[in-house]
Structures are given as structure tokens and as C-alpha cells.
């Protein structure tokens, strides 16, 4: 299963990122457009999405409610990555926003947040969804309470980092 599931409409941006966190230690694929992100998380949930928010197809918005809506995927933590800041009507659908251009540290930083590096301490050595563990009770890290020990807000765009 990999770790991160990286989805960007720019295909050199797509295949730095995903370079840099290979790099880093983490297992990535890429999809073109939340399309092809949500058939390939359905298919295999990732540990966290990393999405831009306009692309063809399937932007942003639309991937994060689809994610959001489905059972087995409401539970992944999801980082808008985009030069756009997004706005969508209602709770934010997402954990996480970065503004491009983005430093590498300050991404590198923010993904480590919400997803550990194969061979980290405390990365899973087996999926307990797919292992069909009924105890299992998946992390609920969405929505402004619970952001990596941020304050309580309501405020949609607390989490943006520029």
C-alpha cells in the first residue's frame, strides 16, 4: 500500500514531489486528476492524499468530498497543496493546506505531520483495514480540534501555512 498519494495536474510538479518524498523514505503514487486518484484510492487507500485543489476533470473540492463520503476512505488525512487558496461552502473537507510555491521543508515538515516514512517508528507493518481487524477503529484527525494539538477553531483556513 502506499503511504502517500500524491495528485497534480502538472506532471513535472508531480514527479519532483514524488521523487522528494521517495527520497524521504516514503512509498508514493501519483494521479493526474481526482479522477484517477479516487479510482486508485478505492483500490488502495494511501495513509494521506496530498492534492491540488484545480485540475481537469475531478478538481480539488470534489476529490475531498468523495473522499470524505466513502466509508472506507473518510478516515485519510488529506493536504491541499495549491496556488490557490481553496474555499468551498460548509466544514472544510480537508486536514491540511499549503500555499505553492511551497519550501521543501516546510512540506517535508507538514507530511511528516500526518504520515510516517516506511521503516519509521510506528509505521504499520500491515494495513489492519485489509487485514480485516475488527477492533480497528481508524484515527479521526479531520476537522479543526484535532490538528496536531492546535487550538479549537471553526475558522475554515486556520490551518493554512504560506
Given at each position: 500500500?502506499?503511504?502517500?498519494?500524491?495528485?497534480?495536474?502538472?506532471?513535472?510538479?508531480?514527479?519532483?514531489?514524488?521523487?522528494?518524498?521517495t527520497?524521504?523514505?516514503?512509498?508514493?503514487?501519483?494521479?493526474?486528476?481526482?479522477?484517477?486518484?479516487?479510482?486508485?484510492?478505492?483500490?488502495?487507500?494511501?495513509?494521506?492524499?496530498?492534492?491540488?485543489?484545480?485540475?481537469?476533470?475531478?478538481?480539488?473540492a470534489e476529490?475531498?468530498?468523495?473522499?470524505?463520503?466513502?466509508p472506507?476512505?473518510?478516515?485519510?488525512?488529506?493536504?491541499?497543496?495549491?496556488?490557490?487558496p481553496?474555499?468551498?461552502?460548509?466544514p472544510?473537507?480537508?486536514d491540511?493546506?499549503?500555499?505553492?510555491?511551497?519550501?521543501?521543508?516546510?512540506?517535508?515538515?507538514?507530511?511528516?505531520?500526518?504520515?510516517?516514512?516506511?521503516?519509521?517508528?510506528?509505521?504499520?507493518?500491515?494495513?489492519?483495514?485489509?487485514?480485516?481487524?475488527?477492533?480497528?477503529?481508524?484515527?479521526?484527525?479531520?476537522?479543526?480540534?484535532?490538528?496536531?494539538?492546535?487550538?479549537?477553531?471553526?475558522?475554515?483556513?486556520?490551518?493554512?501555512?504560506?
Open positions: 500500500m502506499p503511504s502517500i498519494l500524491l495528485v497534480d495536474d502538472h506532471p513535472e510538479l508531480l514527479d519532483a514531489y514524488c521523487l522528494m518524498l527520497d524521504e523514505g516514503y512509498d508514493v503514487c501519483g494521479s493526474h486528476n481526482g479522477v484517477e486518484a479516487l479510482d486508485h484510492a478505492l483500490r488502495e487507500p494511501p495513509g494521506l492524499i496530498i492534492t491540488d485543489w484545480m485540475m481537469p476533470l475531478m478538481g480539488g476529490l475531498c468530498r468523495q473522499i470524505r463520503a466513502h472506507a476512505l473518510a478516515h485519510i488525512p488529506i493536504l491541499v497543496h495549491t496556488a490557490t481553496p474555499s468551498s461552502p460548509g472544510a473537507q480537508w491540511d493546506c499549503l500555499i505553492k510555491p511551497v519550501p521543501a521543508p516546510l512540506l517535508l515538515a507538514t507530511v511528516k505531520r500526518w504520515c510516517l516514512p516506511r521503516g519509521a517508528a510506528g509505521y504499520p507493518e500491515r494495513d489492519p483495514v485489509r487485514a480485516g481487524d475488527a477492533g480497528f477503529q481508524p484515527p479521526d484527525n479531520r476537522g479543526p480540534a484535532r490538528r496536531g494539538g492546535l487550538a479549537e477553531s471553526s475558522h475554515p483556513l486556520e490551518n493554512f501555512h504560506q
